[in-house]
């Protein structure tokens, strides 16, 4: 192996997250019980650190799905556990101030995105089925705010949760991984993960999640007002029944149990036996053809980068016609929540890649 050859980080080891601007790590502090009404309170926060042999800085990579890749790729869906605390990085969702979010430790896990540091399309395929071993951004799939720092001045840098990254900053929100030098033997539990290629089988239960945004294929009795249909979003955490599709192959020259490259497919919605479908009619938000589900299937085209079978976490377009899946920008036509519309667009961007994050 060349001497500047990186090799690619794993799940399930402790890592350390570095902050291309300023070049610090991410650091978890336990600061010393202080009485809080009478009580006793144990205050966790988030800082930048420059030391980096700090035992601090250490964080485990978790992955959402139950699959346990052994290395981790653009596209995952994560949480980063502090390894001292074992707390989780979380950003607010308080609504209250919408330009900065508060960056802070809690029980409950909130999950990631990795995505390619560039978001021009035209170098978006280098990154499909790609290790990591170059820099990232980390965008919240609960809440769509990016893990950015914020400098208040010369060396002063601190962490807060933003939606909008700023253009003329390429390096704002860029993370890059640094394998621990941890001298610590618990590490020795986290390298036991082996990966084994999952293969989508036609007729199976799964759940497809957007590779960009890591928000699922959703649909409810809800109906929207845009033909009369029962409406398609997209939709964050936490997963639940109305996730769920069935996958059908239909004409296929291949005769395996597996969805290849090119295939005919339909998806049936489980919860309400209703099959994804298209139209020439503009979307909700004009952005895109609209999307709904209806009695009648609508027969669709699958198409993996790189290999010929359609795996499970490896990226794929649905085609319908000439048009490609795809999660729009814009509020689902209900609003509910934060679901985001789910549209048709004649244009391939990231939004239009996907992946089956679980299978049944």
Not at 120 to 126: D, F, G, T, V
Not at 195 to 204: H, L
Not at 285 to 313: H, R, Y
Request: glycine share 4%; proline share 2%; with cysteine.
């Amino acid at each position: 192996m060349n001497q500047n050859e990186q090799i690619p980080f794993k799940t399930f080891q402790l890592l350390q997250l570095q902050c291309q601007i300023s070049k610090k790590y991410l650091s978890g502090n336990i600061h010393l019980q202080q009485k809080v009404i009478g009580k006793n309170k144990e205050i966790n926060s988030l800082t930048l650190e420059i030391n980096v042999n700090e035992d601090s800085t250490n964080f485990i990579v978790e992955l959402q799905d139950d699959t346990e890749n052994q290395f981790l790729y653009y596209g995952d869906l994560i949480a980063i556990k502090h390894f001292k605390s074992q707390l989780y990085v979380n950003i607010s969702r308080d609504q209250k101030h919408e330009e900065q979010k508060e960056v802070f430790l809690n029980d409950e896990p909130e999950y990631f995105v990795i995505q390619p540091p560039e978001k021009e399309n035209s170098s978006l395929l280098k990154y499909i089925n790609q290790q990591i071993t170059y820099p990232f951004r980390l965008q919240s799939s609960d809440n769509r705010n990016y893990l950015l720092t914020h400098q208040k001045n010369d060396n002063n840098f601190q962490l807060k949760g933003r939606q909008k990254l700023e253009c003329k900053n390429q390096l704002e929100g860029v993370w890059n991984f640094v394998n621990s030098l941890s001298k610590n033997n618990n590490i020795q539990i986290f390298d036991r993960v082996i990966s084994a290629p999952i293969f989508i089988e036609s007729g199976r239960k799964v759940i497809i999640r957007n590779w960009w945004t890591g928000f699922t294929l959703h649909s409810h009795n809800s109906q929207s007002q845009q033909g009369r249909t029962q409406e398609v979003t997209c939709y964050s955490h936490p997963r639940d029944e109305n996730d769920y599709w069935s996958i059908v192959k239909q004409h296929s020259k291949n005769t395996s149990k597996f969805i290849n490259y090119d295939d005919q497919i339909f998806l049936q919605h489980l919860t309400t036996g209703k099959y994804l479908n298209g139209s020439e009619q503009d979307s909700y938000s004009k952005l895109g053809k609209l999307v709904f589900c209806s009695d009648n299937f609508l027969l669709l085209n699958t198409q993996p980068f790189d290999d010929f079978i359609l795996e499970m976490n490896k990226p794929f377009t649905i085609k319908f016609n000439n048009y490609f899946l795809a999660q729009s920008s814009s509020k689902a036509e209900s609003k509910i929540g934060i679901q985001r519309e789910c549209i048709y667009v004649k244009n391939q961007t990231q939004a239009c890649l996907w992946i089956i994050e679980k299978m049944i």
